[in-house]
């Protein structure tokens, strides 16, 4: 009788260890499954934040592009100004190359400057084209003239302007 009765108790042990397998195995499976979505969720706060950041960048480059572009074009047509302006030493005539200079570099700049700054580097380019077709003291008094006021407003215009890429690079910062 001791045999019948060993039986069963070996069958109880087979089926709590079955049992206690089961169990760790389907904790494991919980576990692995947990670990796997928390991983998965910081790869995607990775992938979201990296994004932000690129847009970020992305951005602020582009406005400095912009500004370095224009601080160039701004640097030519000073730069021609001045230029032309010496060229005139000992001279009775409007130097005619660095006058056409000044108006291409004038013209250049419209194509990166807002309209307030254009304006003015367009009297510039507009007077100069008046000295070049003066040809009467009339006319040259009155390209003079001109020349006296084409150059109001530049420095204010152009610090404003300045000013306007550092607003736009902290909206690059914003969501």
């Known amino acids: 009788m001791r045999l019948p009765i060993r039986t069963k108790r070996n ?12 169990s760790n195995g389907l904790l494991v499976a919980a576990i692995t499954a947990f670990a796997t979505l928390v991983a998965a969720g910081f790869g995607a706060y990775a992938l979201v934040s990296s994004a932000k950041l690129n847009r970020i960048e992305s951005c602020i480059k582009r406005v400095d592009e912009r500004e370095m572009i224009t601080r160039k074009k701004a640097e030519d047509l000073l730069g021609d100004m001045g230029n032309f302006l010496g060229s005139f030493a000992g001279s009775n005539e409007i130097p005619r190359e660095p006058g056409k200079q000044v108006m291409k570099s004038a013209f250049a700049l419209t194509a990166y400057a807002p309209v307030e700054l254009n304006l003015v ?10 000295g070049l ?4 003291d009339e006319a040259m008094e009155k ?23 550092e607003v736009e690079r902290s909206k690059c910062l914003k969501p």
């Open 133 to 136: 077709a003066a040809h009467t």
């Open 143 to 165: 390209a003079i003239g001109a020349a006296q006021v084409s150059f109001s407003g530049w420095s204010d215009n152009y610090i404003k302007y300045m000013r306007s890429f």
């Open 11 to 22: 069958a109880t042990t087979d089926e709590s260890r079955n049992s206690a397998t089961t």
């Open 121 to 130: 580097a367009l009297k510039i380019a507009m007077t100069v084209q008046l």
